[in-house]
């Protein structure tokens, strides 16, 4: 038998890419659970639609590149974006409107920059902005969280691909909260946003599942919470007290969701231990000041795009000290 | 009492498959019917051969020589005959050969003269060292540094550290030999205490190997600590064991005794004591025979230079099951392209995995900077980032990013989930970088060499210029002293000035001539010898000038004997009868003159001779005026002979 003649090491670790975006599939199911527990089954067909677009067209795009079709859409990345995208947009949005998205973030904002690991920006969050900046009205058709709760999947198929808008929309906790406007308990639950506090608990949980399986580290997340939280304390809006508002700011919006699903992106986010630090607690900040001093009410997408822009800059300047570079001895 | 153990980053842990080689004790390999010893089993320069083809060799004889301060010997591992130094196939990533001493084995393994240093603690370390250098002995864990010059570092040293950890997965060659032969670790171990006066010995071990721990436990002297790190690969590296138990880093490109460290593999340390205290040079090692493909796993004594197929043989490999054959770990281990390369004194791990043990690499995809590579990297490098620059050949980020820091012991591409080869990555750009600074060296150096040469051509330019320069100024002040002379001559009466200046020109003579009569004599010589010659080329070429050379040669004879036997006498005639005696010169020159090459040289040497003529008839007028006809006819005559020439040459 001829030998083998090939470079060390000789033995891979049992991670492989295809692995690490299971892993982050699994870990949304708490969140997208609890999405439909408060909002309905809308956030059901946005999936189907958003993977079915989105794989739809990484192969398009691939065949065109005259790459492996069947080999890179087994790494699953197109299928995560997809679904991160499908959960930030509002339960009943147009089928269409899922369809752009799912598509702009395969074809403009991951395959035209080269593909998986080339892309400056979150796929999903450039998409979910070109949606929002484009499309503001049917970007903020949220509903109100439990008033569809008997809304099954005909009831979503319904709104979702036939048009017919029958779920009741409302303003977001956040939205009611800057504006002032609707019933208080409306807007404040037991520990953040109406409704939202479950979705940013389960989001919390998911992430949580993938930091102790090693998919990431704490430094992005914990930094960006720490931030957020930080500054809902030193600058709380008049209506509430300092620790409420942390809470609320923690438990309202894409908080959680934002923390351990979209900054913790490899690829476009900083890589280095320090770096990650600062990456996430600047989009900590960059949240509160959108959503406290800004015109959007939620600021997740607008503060990972502008710190992906910035995280090549961030690399290069906190670049670990190699051993026997000037340690401690 | 356990030691202190520091943290050290990064890491992975690969299945460490350590059980199936520790299944039995280590035996003995046996005695192959030839062993092929490389010249170069170490870091540094190939050793020297000091046996030809034929020569019977002793077991333990030496048969090669260091060649250079970082060399070391080689010995014959059992007895038998040269009968090759030739170039064979040896262990090495690359399947290179390199010259090597082939020895057939006679079987009977008699040993040369054993001469144990037992009196060591009472000797010389420099001794000592040398006893280790001569015993060909390197470092056994993995790099073959010599360990002699390890020894001989002239920093203060305060630790010893010896590297029992063996984090590599499958081998167990040190975990057995601490099991086995604790005891001649600790004789090691002495030696080495006494050379090098270490205020603290730290034997780092891994908490995987219990036995091995409680064996050296049992024979450890107090001073000796066994330090049970946790198990992590690559904590058996030896600037990562150094972190783990001093807390200390190696500097960047330095060495660990720059840090007051030692740090020898356990191994090494048996070959010390074995050295030193039964006298036998390092000719076997330990080698681990594992992996799915053999049958009988396990440890062997091997003599250095047993071909691998013969250890394939002892642990019955099953050669259709084996994929690749790996010499060392499954970590930084090499293929072998050649089963009957040699084990050298480096060899720990003879690897043999069955194709679903080792599957082959799967395709690499795209690298989605996830950064699980930095977090394994020991060394916190950012190996995700090394790649990028690898991949665009940025030398310079990689050089700022300390890909130089890199040890290549493979965690990143073991925990890359994408599957990329990144340590082959780095080896690569190491290669690529080492060669552009080679270069860079080489165009430096001609760049050098060119700017000398030209440096050295402008200055002889220059020089040259310098010259004529200065000859240009020459000619122009001499042209002014002639244009200030005719212009006073112009003024006043020439033949006054003329007057003046032959006085001039006496007074010097008489100063010099009254200087020495020597001279006076050793001129006329000169003068007569020239003359004679001339007479003789007239001879010879049948001139009508002979009559008048003979004249002037029988004149300057006469004058020659006059000066010789009166000196003052001849002086005096000398001076009284210069115009005699430049006439008879100027005879003298101008039948020696040879025939004009082309008439308007000749026109322009009457013209001085005229002129010279001229100035002479001027003199005359006031030193000789007996002789005034005379010149007044040769001034004549020169210038009828100068018209005749002008008018041969076509010049009016």
Known sequence: MALLNVTSPHAHGPLSTASVMQLVLLATLPGIAALVW???????????????????????????????????????????????????????????????????????????????????????????????????????????????????????????????????????????????????????????????????????IGGLFLLARGIFTWHAPISMLLALATMAFVFPHESQGRVDSMLFHLFSGASMFGAFFIITDPVSSATTPRGKVIFGAAIG?????????????DAVAFAVMLLNLAAPFIDQYTQPRTYGHGGVR | MNSRVFSIPGGVHPPENKRQSLQRPIEFAGIPEQLVIPLSMHIGVPAKPLVTIGDRVLKGQRIATCNGLVSAPLHAPTSGQVTAIEDRPIAHSSGLTAPCI???????????????????ASREPSDIIERIRQAGIAGMGGAGFPSAVKLATDKPIDTLVLNGVECEPYITADQIVMTERADQIMAGIAILQYLLKPQQVLLGIEDNKPEAIAALRAVAPTDVKIVVVPTKYPSGGEKQLIQLLTGREVPSGGLPADVGVICLNIATTIAIHRAIELGEPLISRITTLTGEAFAKPGNVE???????????????????????????????????????????????????????ELPPPPPAQACIRCGICAEACPASLLPQQLYWFSRAGEHDKLQQHHLFDCIECGACSYSCPSNIPLVQYYRAAKAEIRQAEADARKAEHAKQRFEARQARLQRLEEEKAAQRAARAEAAKKRAEETAVVTAQAATSDPIQAAIERAKAKREGQTSIEANSSVDQVAKLEKRLTAAKIKLASAESAGSDKVP???????????????????????KAAAMADPVQAAIARAQAKRAGTAEPSNPTDEIAKLEKRLATAKEKLAMAVDSAPDKLAAFQAGVDKLEEKLAAAKAEAGVS
């Open chain 2, 102 to 120: 082939v020895i057939d084995t006679d079987g009977s393994d008699t040993w040369c003269e054993r001469i144990p240093m037992s009196d060591w």
């Open chain 1, 38 to 204: 408060v909002f309905g089954a809308g956030v059901l067909i946005n999936l189907a639609i958003a993977a079915l677009v989105a794989l739809a067209s990484e192969a398009a795009i691939l065949s065109l590149r005259g790459r492996q079709v069947t080999f890179h859409l087994k790494d699953y990345s197109a299928l995560v974006t997809a679904v991160l995208l499908a959960i930030a947009l509002p339960p009943y949005t147009p089928w269409w409107v899922v369809a752009i998205g799912a598509s702009f973030a395969i074809v403009v904002a991951k395959q035209l920059y080269g593909g998986l690991g080339y892309n400056p920006f979150n796929p999903a969050m450039a998409a979910y902005v070109i949606l929002l900046i484009s499309l503001p009205v049917q970007m903020t058709q949220w509903g109100a969280p439990y008033s569809a709760q008997p809304m099954g999947i005909a009831d979503a198929l319904a709104s979702n691909v036939l048009g017919r808008v029958d779920a009741l929309t409302s303003a977001t906790p956040l939205d009611a909260l800057k504006l002032g406007v609707g019933d208080p308990s409306a807007i404040f639950g037991r520990l953040g946003g109406y409704g939202w506090e479950w979705v940013n608990a389960a989001f919390l």
């Open chain 2, 302 to 356: 091997v003599l250095l230079g047993t071909p691998v197929t013969h250890l394939l043989a002892h642990g019955e490999c099953h050669d259709n099951l084996v994929s690749r054959l790996i010499m060392g770990g499954p970590m930084m281990g090499f293929t072998l392209a050649d089963r009957h390369v040699p084990i050298v004194k480096t060899s720990n791990c003879i690897l043999a995995p069955t194709r679903a």
């Open chain 1, 285 to 297: 900040v960059l949240i509160y000041a959108i959503r406290h001093w800004g015109n959007y009410p």
């Open chain 2, 548 to 570: 008048q050379l003979q004249e002037a040669v029988d004149k300057l004879s006469q004058q020659l004997a006059e000066a010789k036997a009166n000196p003052d006498a001849a």
